[in-house]
């Protein structure tokens, strides 16, 4: 639908509702990022943005800060009311009693309790409703709750670090550190809005990660009500990661998947706090789309894949990654380095993997370059 129709004050309001819904960018999981703007006589009597599941919407935030200056008003919002009771009662009827006139709401919600009904149901009370105003923006706020609720799989962003010539270590495993810490710090960024992160086993034996979001390296200052840590998840066929893993002892939790029934080694691992759930797949591996429908059940919005060249090839082999976010450093690590990827069998031009490049930017003195994969799924309905 066209945004000409919209004026420039409604642009203006939106854009400031989008504003407001990025602040929750780190603290909303399961829920989307959603900001709201009143707007009556040319001035705005109410703002609010959703802060954690369980608390208000934004609308009730907005409406509570106009009070009665709410009548009349329009009201500007990310992501269409909900008509439904969930942990918090419905938002298209709070408007309703507020009395305000108009809402403008930059696109639906594909939640299939809400879907259409919020709008119709603010239609239905008289209020004179429109929908499709910055859309891409709002869109691009909630990629994971969006892809969940409309398909219910996890959003997935593959975190990948390298050298100028495409090497991810030296060939004997030696890897830190190949950026800077402005690019780090962005890393932290990127873990603090995922749900989960996923890795393989082989990873943890290598590395020993943490894998935790860290409010001193964020940069961002600690949000209110303290940091969320995204669910740690290791993809362990062999159940190989040792249950003193420095991740099992740290604030967060960790599930592992695996395909082995070997019981001692399960025990083993939850007497060290891991949870272990077994999927379909093979002695070696561990059905990739399993994981991904496994982590969709669970409310997964944004998962972060931060792992080596096996499991990241074979997540862009099986169609399952949606962004590429690629630190360059400028180094040469020079041949018998490793690469980012492992692709067995993609042996000619027509296996390739097409990538389309979304955002280039400096990072410090390193350089992120942000692509979209064509998915299985998007490649499906093309
Ligand atoms: N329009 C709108 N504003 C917000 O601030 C929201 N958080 C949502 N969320 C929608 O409602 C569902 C969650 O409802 P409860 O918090 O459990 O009551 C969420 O799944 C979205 O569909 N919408």
């Keep these: 639908m066209s945004e000409g129709r919209f004026s420039a004050a409604d642009h203006g309001y939106m854009a400031q509702a989008l504003r407001l819904a990025a602040r929750g960018l780190y603290t909303t999981d399961p829920n989307p990022r959603v900001g709201c703007v009143l707007v009556r006589d040319g001035a705005v009597v109410g703002e609010g943005w959703h802060e954690r599941a369980g608390e208000p919407h934004a609308e009730v935030n907005a409406l509570r800060a106009a009070g009665a200056d709410a009548r009349g008003a329009t009201c500007y919002v990310t992501l269409e009311p909900c008509a439904h009771h969930g942990l918090t009662p419905p938002c298209a009827e709070a408007l309703v009693s507020a009395g305000v006139a108009r809402v403008v709401a930059a696109m639906e919600d594909p939640n299939p309790a809400v879907a259409g009904q ?16 910055l859309a891409d923006q709002a869109e691009a706020l909630n990629p994971g709750f969006l892809k969940r609720m409309r398909g219910g799989r996890p959003y997935v962003r593959c975190k990948l670090a390298m050298s100028l ?126 994981v991904l429908e496994l982590l969709g059940q669970r409310g997964m919005n944004e998962v972060h894949l ?21 630190y360059m450093a400028p180094l040469l690590l020079g041949d018998g380095a490793r690469g980012l990827f492992h692709l067995p069998g993609l042996a000619s031009m027509a296996d390739r993997v097409e990538l389309e490049i979304v955002d280039l930017r400096a990072v410090g003195r390193d350089w992120r370059i942000s692509a979209r994969v064509a998915t299985r799924s998007a490649a499906a309905q093309s």
């Design 118 to 133: 919020g709008l119709a149901r603010l239609r239905a009370a008289g209020i004179a409703v429109e929908h499709g105003l």
């Design 306 to 326: 931060e792992t080596g060249a096996t499991l990241a090839g074979a997540m862009l082999r099986a169609g399952l990654v949606d962004e590429l976010v690629v």
């Design 165 to 290: 010539d495409g090497r991810t270590a030296m060939a004997s495993g030696e890897s830190q550190w190949i950026t800077g810490p402005e690019a780090r710090r962005d890393v932290q960024r990127l873990r603090a809005r995922s749900s989960a992160i996923l890795t393989g086993a082989g990873t943890v034996l290598a590395d020993d990660p943490s894998f935790t979001v860290r409010a001193a390296e964020l940069g961002e200052g600690e949000p209110a009500g303290g940091l969320r840590q995204p669910l740690r998840v290791v993809v362990d066929p062999h159940l190989s990661t040792p249950p003193t893993a420095r991740m099992l002892s740290l604030p967060g939790s960790t599930l592992i998947l695996t395909t082995s029934d070997d019981t001692a080694e399960a025990d083993a691992l939850l007497a060290a706090g891991a949870e272990v759930a077994r999927l379909p797949g093979t002695p070696d591996t561990v059905d990739l789309d399993a």
